[in-house]
């Protein structure tokens, strides 16, 4: 996993993302999140914690990292 993607990542969003953040580093609607993680399909981990959905960064990096290495 690279330093600088969680870097970057890290830096926009801090540390743990929001749905509404992850479906922006993502590419994907809200709605999109929320279905996937009901499927149990979504490529990023994600917890909830008093109710509201999170990812945490290094998770989002590293899946921004394998998506990367699957293009090259």
């Known amino acids: 996993m690279s330093l600088v993607t969680q870097a970057f990542v890290f830096e926009r969003y801090g540390p743990r993302l929001n749905v509404d953040q992850l479906a922006e580093v993502l ?3 809200k709605g999109a999140i929320y279905n996937q993680v009901s499927a149990g399909t979504l490529a990023v981990k994600t917890y909830l914690d ?12 590293e899946h921004l990292d394998a998506c990367r290495a699957l293009a090259a």
């Open 27 to 29: 590419g994907l609607s």
């Open 50 to 61: 008093s109710g509201k959905r999170f990812a945490d960064y290094r998770d989002v990096a």
